[in-house]
């Protein structure tokens, strides 16, 4: 009993999970101090949402790992969590745009804000490099370095462009699932006319 939990403890701290999890309860923590601070829940509500979201990636990439230890030939078992990290993926580093909701708020002071934002996008890069770096060994392990850098250069695009659609056209990741073809008709058309979707 105390090897397979000693075996568990392993795998989660190569996962980064014990900083990551501090971190996020740092965060809610700071949130909590808000409420009492403001008397209401409502300002930056959103962020409790974006940070489960921003979970979503870091644990399938963990579901991904577990899989390769459990069935190291079987990489055939990876390609689902693989498809619904890389569809959360932006919502990671999606926390790094809440701050354009920053404004001065009284009672609570701006500098407090600032640390709130700032606590929750450090989490969300946290748990999107983490995510992205678990991903990227399991394509180092069966496809080779060069492919697996490849993969993170792509991932990260494709983030990038995840994030962009999630800020500004206000899709969602499991639109891919349920308006596909709404979502490359949207981005065909900024390729199209990058011009006229200047920001």
Do not use: C
């Amino acid at each position: 009993m105390l090897a397979y939990l000693r075996s568990i403890h392993l795998f989660i701290s190569r996962q980064l999970f014990y900083p990551i999890m501090l971190s996020s309860i740092l965060a809610l923590s700071i949130f909590a101090g808000r409420i009492v601070l403001s008397h209401s829940w409502l300002i930056y509500r959103n962020l409790i949402w974006n940070l489960v979201l921003a979970w979503i990636p870091y644990l399938f990439s963990m579901l991904a790992a577990g899989l390769y230890r459990l069935f190291p030939r079987k990489w055939w078992m990876l390609i689902i969590p693989a498809a619904i990290w890389m569809a959360f993926f932006p919502n990671a580093p999606y926390l790094l745009t809440d701050f354009l909701h920053l404004t001065e708020r009284p009672p609570v002071p701006l500098w407090y804000d600032i640390g709130l934002l700032a606590t929750f996008t450090w989490t969300g890069l946290f748990l999107a490099i983490a995510s992205l770096r678990t991903m990227q060994e399991l394509v180092n392990i069966y496809l080779g370095r060069i492919l697996g850098w490849i993969f993170a250069s792509i991932a990260l695009s494709l983030g990038g462009l995840g994030l962009y659609l999630g800020r500004f056209s206000r899709w969602n990741s499991w639109d891919l699932l349920v308006q596909p073809l709404e979502i490359l008709a949207d981005v065909v058309h900024k390729f199209i006319h990058p011009l006229s979707n200047l920001r």
